[in-house]
C-alpha cells in the first residue's frame, strides 16, 4: 500500500495520501497541476511512489523545516522557520525533505528556487516554470497486517521472522527511524497465517534459539532490527551471518548479549550510515573513528554478515561512552498470549526480558521504603515530608499486597512491564492501550487541555491552585472544578479532553463524590485521552479507564502526601505540555521527591500529547559560572516519532555536527544572550542552578 497522489478538489495543488497510515497532506499551487507518474526508483533517497508535476511555485501550508541535500546525498543546509525568513538556493539538481508531515516528502528540482516563510506556510518559489518530482514515503507506524499465531513457540519464532518485512532498507541506512516501519501485528488463532502483503527481505542473517518462549521473547527486537529469520536450535543459541558465527550464551547472560547486540549494531550502522544516503556529519562518528581501524565506506559496501561480522569484532567497552542511553527496557512473562505485544516492542527497540512466571509480590511497607531510598540525595526536608503522616492524598487503608510486583531494575531511562501484577516503578503495558497508538497522534498545536477535579475538602483551592498557577506562563487549557457529583464526574470522563487529573479518594466503590461514588468500570465510553490520578491505590480505577478507551495514565499505588502530589502532578503536567510523552514525564516528575516512586504508568506510556516545539523533547540543566557565563548541558529525549538514530543539533549554542537524539550535550561558557536567543528558538523546561523552571528566560533575569 503506496501512498497515492491526486489533484486537489476546491483547490489547485496536490493531495498526498498514505492508506496504511490513513493520513494526507497537501501542497498548494497558484494554478491547477496534474501529477503524472515518475519512477520512485529514480529518487536518490527511499520513496514508496512518485509524481512529477508542472509549476511555478509550490506552498507548504505548515510552518516546518526543510532540509537541503545534493544530487549524491550530502547535506548543504536547511531553512528553519524559527531563525530564517528567507533563503535563495542556486539551480542545480538537489532534494528537499520537508519536515514535520504525518507523510515523508521530498521535492527534486533543478531551478533556482527562494523559499520564504510567512505566518502559517513556507512557499518555495522557482526560477519559472519547474518540472518539480514529489516522492512520499510512509512513516509506516501502523503494521502492514496482521499474523496469526497457534500460540506454539515455533508459530512464534516464524512470526519473528516477518518482522524485518517492515524494513525500508536493510543497509545501514535503516538506523533512520523513518526507514523503520512498524512490524505486523500478531494475534493468536487456530492455526499460523501470513498474508500474502507480508514478504520479509532475504538477509543472511539467523538466529538460532531453543524452543522456549522464555528464550524468543527477548530476541524480538533483534530479529526485526536485523530482518533475521528466528529459527529452532537443540545447541548453543547463536547468530549466524552468512559464514559468521556469534554466541549469545559465551559473554554475559543470554539476556544481556542480545541486549548488547542490539545497541552494539544500531549505534555503528549510525556511524557507517553517514557514507549511505544522507552523508551528514555526526558527532558520534568524529569522536570515535580514530579508535575504529575503518575504511567507513568499505563498511557501508560490505554485505550485512560483513557489516555484523566487523561490528562485533570490536569490543563493546571502545564505543560505549558514545552509545546514546537505551530508552526503554520491558519485563514479559512468557505466556501464549503475550506474543501479541512483541510487535510494539521491537518498533521501539525495547530490550526485552523475560520475567519470572511467578512474580515476586509484597506491599511497600514503610521500613522498607526508608531501606530503599534514604540513600539517595534528598533534602532533610524532603525526608521529613516523606515521614510525615499529616495529609495523606487518599484513604487510611493499606494498599493491597498481593496485586503490585517489584520488577529488577533497569539501566534505561524507562521501564515496562507485560503480565499479571502492578509493577513497582514501572509501566504496567496493555495490548489494547498499545493498539491505540493506530488511533491517535499528538496534536500540533500550542498547548494541551487539562481539567482538574478536586473531590477533597481537605485539599484547599490555593494548594490546587498551586498545582497549575503557573499557567501564565504556558499554554494550557485548564479548567478547574471542585466537590463534583456522579453525573457531574461521569460527563467529565467521557468528554474528549488530554489530561484528566483528579484530586481526591477512591475506595472499593470508585471515586469518591459528594453524593455517592463513581465505579470506571461501569462507564461506557471514556474520551479522557490521558489522566492523572491522585488517589490512594487508584489502579484499579486507572485500568478500567484504559479498558473503556483511555490511551494511558498515572496512577498512585500507595497513600501519597498533599505536598507531593502537587510537586509531581505540576511537573508531570508541565512536561506532557512541552511534548514528553507519558512514561518519560513520569520518570523525571517523581524524581522531585523522595515518594514519587509510588507512582506508575498504565497503558501505552509511549505516547505524547502534543508535538515538542523543537521535535525533540529535551530539558536543559543551566549552572552560573559567574560573569554572565553559564555552564549548559541539554539532555534529550527519545519518543514515538523521534526514534533510536534520531539527530539533533544546537546552533545557536555552538554545534556543527549533528548528534544522537538520548546523548546528551554539554557547553561551557555559555553567555547570556545566547542561552537567552536558544530558549526563544526551544520552548523547554530548565534546571537553573538545582531549581525547576518553566520559564527559564524570566527566571534567569
Same mark, same amino acid.
Given at each position: 500500500?503506496?501512498?497515492?497522489?491526486?489533484?486537489?478538489?476546491?483547490?489547485?495543488?496536490?493531495?498526498?495520501?498514505?492508506?496504511?497510515?490513513?493520513?494526507?497532506?497537501?501542497?498548494?499551487? =497558484?494554478?491547477?497541476? %496534474?501529477?503524472?507518474?515518475?519512477?520512485?526508483?529514480?529518487?536518490?533517497? =527511499?520513496?514508496?511512489?512518485?509524481?512529477?508535476?508542472?509549476?511555478?511555485?509550490?506552498?507548504? =501550508?505548515?510552518? *516546518?523545516?526543510?532540509?537541503?541535500?545534493?544530487?549524491?546525498?550530502?547535506? /548543504?543546509?536547511? &531553512?528553519?522557520?524559527?531563525?530564517?525568513? %528567507?533563503?535563495?538556493?542556486?539551480?542545480?539538481?538537489?532534494?528537499?525533505?520537508?519536515? @514535520?508531515?504525518?507523510?515523508?516528502?521530498?521535492?527534486?528540482?533543478?531551478?533556482?528556487?527562494?523559499?520564504?516563510?510567512?505566518?502559517?506556510?513556507?512557499?518555495?518559489?522557482?526560477?519559472?516554470?519547474?518540472?518539480?518530482?514529489?516522492?512520499?514515503?510512509?512513516?509506516?507506524?501502523? =503494521?502492514?497486517?496482521?499474523?496469526?499465531?497457534?500460540?506454539? !513457540?515455533?508459530?512464534?519464532?516464524?512470526? /519473528?521472522?516477518?518482522?524485518?518485512?517492515?524494513?525500508?532498507?536493510?543497509?545501514?541506512?535503516?538506523?533512520?527511524?523513518?526507514?523503520?516501519?512498524?512490524?505486523?501485528? $500478531? %494475534?493468536?488463532?487456530?492455526?499460523?497465517?501470513?498474508?500474502?502483503?507480508?514478504?520479509?527481505?532475504?538477509?543472511?542473517?539467523?538466529?538460532?534459539?531453543?524452543?522456549?518462549?522464555?528464550?524468543?521473547?527477548?530476541?524480538?527486537? /533483534?530479529?526485526?532490527?536485523?530482518?533475521?529469520?528466528?529459527?529452532?536450535?537443540?545447541?548453543?543459541?547463536?547468530?549466524?551471518?552468512?559464514?559468521?558465527?556469534?554466541?549469545?550464551?559465551?559473554?554475559?547472560?543470554?539476556?544481556?548479549?542480545?541486549?548488547?547486540?542490539?545497541?552494539?549494531?544500531?549505534?555503528?550502522?549510525?556511524?557507517?550510515?553517514?557514507?549511505?544516503?544522507?552523508?551528514?556529519?555526526?558527532?558520534?562518528?568524529?569522536?570515535?573513528?580514530?579508535?575504529?581501524?575503518?575504511?567507513?565506506?568499505?563498511?557501508?559496501?560490505?554485505?550485512?554478515? %560483513?557489516?555484523?561480522?566487523?561490528?562485533?569484532?570490536?569490543?563493546?567497552?571502545?564505543?560505549?561512552?558514545?552509545?546514546?542511553?537505551?530508552?526503554?527496557?520491558?519485563?514479559?512473562?512468557?505466556?501464549?498470549?503475550?506474543?501479541?505485544?512483541?510487535?510494539?516492542? *521491537?518498533?521501539?527497540?525495547?530490550?526485552?526480558?523475560?520475567?519470572?512466571?511467578?512474580?515476586? +509480590?509484597?506491599?511497600?511497607?514503610?521500613?522498607?521504603?526508608?531501606?530503599?531510598?534514604?540513600?539517595?540525595?534528598?533534602?532533610?526536608?524532603?525526608?521529613?515530608?516523606?515521614?510525615?503522616?499529616?495529609?495523606?492524598?487518599?484513604?487510611?487503608?493499606?494498599?493491597?499486597?498481593?496485586?503490585?510486583?517489584?520488577?529488577?531494575?533497569?539501566?534505561?531511562?524507562?521501564?515496562?512491564? !507485560?503480565?499479571?501484577?502492578?509493577?513497582?516503578?514501572?509501566?504496567?503495558?496493555?495490548?489494547?492501550?498499545?493498539?491505540?497508538?493506530?488511533?491517535?497522534?499528538?496534536?500540533?498545536?500550542?498547548?494541551?487541555?487539562?481539567? $482538574?477535579?478536586?473531590?477533597?475538602?481537605?485539599?484547599?483551592?490555593?494548594?490546587?491552585?498551586?498545582?497549575?498557577? &503557573?499557567?501564565?506562563?504556558?499554554?494550557?487549557?485548564?479548567?478547574?472544578?471542585?466537590?463534583?457529583?456522579?453525573?457531574?464526574?461521569?460527563?467529565?470522563?467521557?468528554?474528549?479532553?488530554?489530561?484528566?487529573?483528579?484530586?481526591?479518594?477512591?475506595?472499593?466503590?470508585?471515586?469518591?463524590?459528594?453524593?455517592?461514588?463513581?465505579?470506571?468500570?461501569?462507564?461506557?465510553?471514556?474520551?479522557?485521552?490521558?489522566? &492523572? /490520578?491522585?488517589?490512594?491505590?487508584?489502579?484499579?480505577?486507572?485500568?478500567?479507564?484504559?479498558?473503556?478507551?483511555?490511551?494511558?495514565?498515572?496512577?498512585?499505588?500507595?497513600?501519597?502526601?498533599? +505536598?507531593? *502530589?502537587?510537586?509531581?502532578?505540576?511537573?508531570?503536567?508541565?512536561?506532557?505540555?512541552?511534548?514528553?510523552?507519558?512514561?518519560?514525564?513520569?520518570?523525571?516528575?517523581?524524581?522531585?521527591? !523522595?515518594? @514519587?516512586?509510588?507512582?506508575?504508568?498504565?497503558?501505552?506510556?509511549?505516547?505524547?500529547?502534543?508535538?515538542?516545539?523543537?521535535?525533540?523533547?529535551?530539558?536543559?540543566?543551566?549552572?552560573?559560572?559567574?560573569?554572565?557565563?553559564?555552564?549548559?548541558?541539554?539532555?534529550?529525549?527519545?519518543?514515538?516519532?523521534?526514534?533510536?538514530?534520531?539527530?539533533?543539533?544546537?546552533?545557536?549554542? @555552538?554545534?556543527?555536527?549533528?548528534?544522537?537524539?538520548?546523548?546528551?550535550?554539554?557547553?561551557?561558557?555559555?553567555?547570556?544572550?545566547?542561552?537567552?536567543?536558544?530558549?526563544?528558538?526551544?520552548?523547554?523546561? *530548565?534546571?537553573?542552578?538545582?531549581?525547576?523552571?518553566?520559564?527559564?528566560?524570566?527566571?534567569?533575569?
Amino acid at each position: 500500500m503506496e501512498p497515492q497522489f491526486d489533484s486537489l478538489d476546491g483547490r489547485s495543488g496536490v493531495e498526498i495520501r498514505d492508506p496504511i497510515e490513513k493520513v494526507r497532506f497537501e501542497l498548494h499551487t =497558484p494554478s491547477a497541476v %496534474e501529477p503524472t507518474p515518475a519512477t520512485a526508483e529514480s529518487f536518490y533517497y =527511499p520513496v514508496d511512489s512518485a509524481v512529477t508535476v508542472e509549476t511555478d511555485e509550490i506552498v507548504f =501550508p505548515i510552518l *516546518a523545516s526543510i532540509y537541503v541535500y545534493s544530487a549524491d546525498g550530502e547535506f /548543504l543546509q536547511d &531553512f528553519t522557520p524559527n531563525s530564517n525568513t %528567507e533563503l535563495t538556493i542556486e539551480p542545480g539538481e538537489k532534494y528537499y525533505q520537508l519536515n @514535520g508531515t504525518p507523510i515523508v516528502i521530498y521535492l527534486s528540482f533543478s531551478s533556482a528556487v527562494t523559499i520564504r516563510k510567512s505566518e502559517t506556510e513556507i512557499r518555495l518559489s522557482f526560477d519559472g516554470s519547474t518540472a518539480v518530482r514529489i516522492g512520499a514515503r510512509s512513516y509506516h507506524e501502523s =503494521p502492514e497486517g496482521t499474523i496469526t499465531v497457534s500460540g506454539s !513457540v515455533r508459530d512464534t519464532m516464524c512470526a /519473528l521472522s516477518t518482522f524485518g518485512s517492515a524494513l525500508k532498507m536493510t543497509t545501514p541506512d535503516r538506523a533512520h527511524p523513518t526507514l523503520r516501519g512498524h512490524p505486523p501485528l $500478531v %494475534e493468536l488463532g487456530d492455526e499460523f497465517h501470513v498474508p500474502e502483503s507480508i514478504d520479509p527481505p532475504d538477509t543472511g542473517v539467523r538466529l538460532e534459539l531453543p524452543l522456549l518462549h522464555e528464550k524468543v521473547y527477548p530476541a524480538a527486537s /533483534l530479529a526485526y532490527y536485523l530482518g533475521a529469520d528466528v529459527v529452532p536450535t537443540s545447541g548453543v543459541s547463536k547468530l549466524v551471518a552468512g559464514d559468521f558465527e556469534y554466541s549469545l550464551e559465551s559473554d554475559g547472560t543470554y539476556e544481556e548479549t542480545l541486549h548488547r547486540l542490539l545497541r552494539q549494531t544500531a549505534f555503528l550502522d549510525c556511524l557507517v550510515r553517514t557514507e549511505g544516503i544522507v552523508k551528514d556529519e555526526l558527532y558520534e562518528r568524529n569522536q570515535l573513528e580514530p579508535r575504529l581501524d575503518w575504511d567507513f565506506a568499505d563498511v557501508y559496501d560490505s554485505s550485512l554478515p %560483513e557489516q555484523l561480522e566487523t561490528y562485533l569484532s570490536v569490543p563493546f567497552e571502545t564505543i560505549s561512552e558514545y552509545v546514546p542511553t537505551w530508552t526503554l527496557t520491558t519485563d514479559v512473562t512468557p505466556l501464549e498470549k503475550h506474543a501479541a505485544v512483541l510487535p510494539f516492542l *521491537a518498533y521501539d527497540l525495547s530490550q526485552i526480558r523475560s520475567a519470572p512466571l511467578r512474580s515476586s +509480590k509484597q506491599s511497600i511497607s514503610q521500613p522498607q521504603m526508608f531501606d530503599d531510598f534514604y540513600r539517595t540525595g534528598f533534602s532533610r526536608d524532603e525526608k521529613r515530608e516523606f515521614e510525615s503522616a499529616d495529609l495523606l492524598r487518599g484513604a487510611s487503608e493499606r494498599t493491597d499486597a498481593g496485586k503490585i510486583v517489584r520488577p529488577d531494575p533497569v539501566e534505561t531511562t524507562e521501564h515496562a512491564w !507485560v503480565g499479571n501484577g502492578f509493577p513497582l516503578g514501572a509501566n504496567k503495558l496493555t495490548v489494547e492501550a498499545l493498539k491505540r497508538r493506530f488511533d491517535y497522534s499528538a496534536p500540533n498545536k500550542s498547548g494541551i487541555s487539562i481539567h $482538574v477535579v478536586c473531590n477533597d475538602a481537605e485539599m484547599s483551592d490555593e494548594i490546587v491552585d498551586e498545582l497549575y498557577g &503557573f499557567r501564565e506562563l504556558v499554554d494550557y487549557d485548564i479548567t478547574i472544578d471542585y466537590n463534583r457529583t456522579v453525573a457531574e464526574l461521569r460527563e467529565i470522563i467521557e468528554s474528549p479532553i488530554d489530561l484528566f487529573h483528579y484530586v481526591g479518594h477512591v475506595d472499593e466503590n470508585g471515586f469518591l463524590c459528594v453524593d455517592g461514588s463513581l465505579d470506571a468500570q461501569t462507564l461506557d465510553d471514556v474520551g479522557i485521552k490521558a489522566f &492523572f /490520578l491522585n488517589a490512594c491505590s487508584s489502579y484499579e480505577q486507572g485500568m478500567a479507564l484504559i479498558g473503556r478507551g483511555s490511551m494511558g495514565g498515572v496512577v498512585t499505588l500507595d497513600d501519597v502526601a498533599n +505536598k507531593t *502530589a502537587t510537586r509531581v502532578g505540576r511537573t508531570f503536567a508541565s512536561l506532557l505540555n512541552n511534548g514528553f510523552q507519558l512514561r518519560t514525564a513520569l520518570s523525571i516528575a517523581r524524581k522531585e521527591t !523522595v515518594s @514519587g516512586y509510588r507512582y506508575i504508568t498504565l497503558g501505552n506510556g509511549g505516547r505524547p500529547l502534543m508535538q515538542p516545539e523543537g521535535g525533540v523533547p529535551s530539558w536543559t540543566s543551566v549552572s552560573d559560572m559567574g560573569g554572565e557565563k553559564y555552564d549548559v548541558s541539554v539532555e534529550t529525549f527519545l519518543d514515538i516519532r523521534c526514534g533510536f538514530g534520531s539527530t539533533f543539533t544546537m546552533n545557536v549554542l @555552538g554545534t556543527s555536527a549533528r548528534n544522537l537524539v538520548s546523548n546528551g550535550i554539554e557547553f561551557e561558557e555559555v553567555g547570556t544572550d545566547k542561552l537567552k536567543q536558544f530558549w526563544k528558538l526551544e520552548r523547554q523546561p *530548565a534546571v537553573i542552578d538545582g531549581q525547576v523552571c518553566w520559564n527559564p528566560i524570566r527566571d534567569l533575569n
